[in-house]
């Protein structure tokens, strides 16, 4: 499988930390983390991903861990999420690639799959809405309000980051192992996280993603569609997102199949890693994978 390798690559005017592994002359996937991850969180992926002969990056997204981290809070606004993959994507010289996202990284690979389709060979999302239909569920469903409460608190500037940072990160510690199954974050884990967290700006920067939800910019131009091969993995059990998003999701996508996972949570790759690997295995493979 190869050593993991740390580079920094140049796309949409900013660095990112990129950790790459497998054979170079392979089909590049790329693995893209959500909040409050980096890299390390697709660490079971990556590693039979290269086994089975694939190109792999994980990139820290801009605003996390080792990557750039721009001061305003519109720099982290969907559409320069989505134009830093579309870069990145065009500087692996690969002509597609295979996309897959876990919470925000599927939030932003949704949008890479409707604003650049022609990087894309297929697309992967694991417990992570299309933005229209989280929209709508939000419209017309006061729980979904309730679940996604802690957005509101995010949008107060300064306190969340300071609220985070005290007692090396317990707030967020226990908040991540409270919302998995028990068992899932060893020590080790939460330990390369709390380094994470601890880069310079990383918090507030992590934090911008949430606050620049309410200046996201979608220009009439991007088509609310997917027309790319599309899969959802789904952990019934997320406290955030409910399965419903996963359904109303896949009304977006021209071609799009989904699998629902009854005992994971909103971690679901870190809970079950084998069946994910499977499950992404088999789609990129044969396209049919087993429900």
Same mark, same amino acid.
């Given at each position: 499988?190869?050593?993991?390798?740390?580079?920094?690559?140049?796309?949409?005017?900013?660095?990112?930390?990129?950790?790459?592994?497998?054979?170079?002359?392979?089909?590049?996937?790329?693995?893209?983390?959500?909040?409050?991850?980096?890299?390390?969180?697709?660490?079971?992926?990556?590693?039979?991903?290269?086994?089975?002969?694939?190109?792999?990056?994980?990139?820290?997204?801009?605003?996390?861990?080792?990557?750039?981290?721009?001061?305003?809070?519109?720099?982290?606004?969907?559409?320069?999420?989505?134009?830093?993959?579309?870069?990145?994507?065009?500087?692996?010289?690969?002509?597609?690639?295979?996309?897959?996202?876990?919470?925000?990284?599927?939030?932003?690979?949704?949008?890479?799959?409707?604003?650049?389709?022609?990087?894309?060979?297929?697309?992967?999302?694991?417990?992570?809405?299309?933005? @229209?239909?989280? *929209?709508?569920?939000?419209? $017309?469903?006061?729980?979904?309000? %309730?679940?996604?409460?802690?957005? !509101?608190?995010? #949008?107060?500037?300064?306190?969340?980051?300071?609220?985070?940072?005290?007692?090396?990160?317990?707030?967020?510690?226990?908040? @991540?192992?409270? *919302?998995?199954?028990?068992? $899932?974050?060893?020590?080790?884990? %939460?330990?390369?996280?709390?380094? !994470?967290?601890? #880069?310079?700006?990383?918090?507030?920067?992590?934090?911008?993603?949430?606050?620049?939800?309410?200046?996201?910019?979608?220009?009439?131009?991007?088509?609310?569609?997917?027309?790319?091969?599309?899969?959802?993995?789904?952990?019934?059990?997320?406290?955030?997102?409910?399965?419903?998003?996963?359904?109303?999701?896949?009304?977006?996508?021209?071609?799009?199949?989904?699998?629902?996972?009854?005992?994971?949570?909103?971690?679901?790759?870190?809970?079950?890693?084998?069946?994910?690997?499977?499950?992404?295995?088999?789609?990129?493979?044969?396209?049919?994978?087993?429900?």
């Amino acid at each position: 499988m190869g050593m993991q390798e740390h580079k920094s690559i140049e796309t949409n005017g900013i660095k990112l930390h990129v950790v790459q592994q497998g054979p170079e002359d392979g089909q590049l996937v790329i693995l893209l983390h959500g909040f409050p991850e980096f890299w390390y969180g697709w660490n079971s992926q990556m590693s039979e991903l290269a086994n089975k002969g694939f190109r792999v990056w994980a990139p820290d997204q801009r605003g996390y861990n080792l990557s750039d981290k721009p001061k305003k809070v519109s720099d982290y606004r969907t559409d320069h999420l989505a134009a830093d993959i579309a870069g990145l994507i065009k500087a692996s010289g690969k002509e597609k690639v295979i996309l897959v996202g876990h919470d925000w990284g599927g939030i932003v690979a949704w949008r890479v799959a409707r604003e650049y389709p022609e990087l894309l060979q297929k697309l992967i999302i694991l417990n992570a809405p299309h933005e @229209l239909a989280m *929209s709508n569920q939000l419209l $017309t469903h006061p729980l979904q309000i %309730l679940k996604s409460s802690y957005i !509101a608190f995010f #949008q107060l500037r300064g306190l969340p980051e300071k609220l985070f940072g005290m007692s090396n990160w317990k707030v967020v510690e226990k908040a @991540l192992v409270a *919302s998995s199954r028990k068992g $899932t974050f060893s020590e080790e884990d %939460l330990q390369k996280y709390r380094t !994470a967290w601890s #880069q310079p700006g990383a918090m507030r920067s992590m934090i911008n993603w949430y606050r620049a939800l309410v200046s996201n910019y979608t220009s009439s131009d991007v088509p609310s569609r997917v027309t790319v091969p599309t899969f959802l993995v789904w952990g019934a059990k997320d406290q955030f997102l409910g399965p419903e998003l996963a359904r109303k999701s896949l009304e977006f996508c021209d071609d799009g199949r989904g699998v629902l996972l009854g005992e994971a949570t909103h971690w679901v790759h870190h809970e079950e890693p084998e069946r994910v690997n499977k499950l992404i295995l088999d789609f990129i493979i044969s396209e049919e994978p087993p429900l």
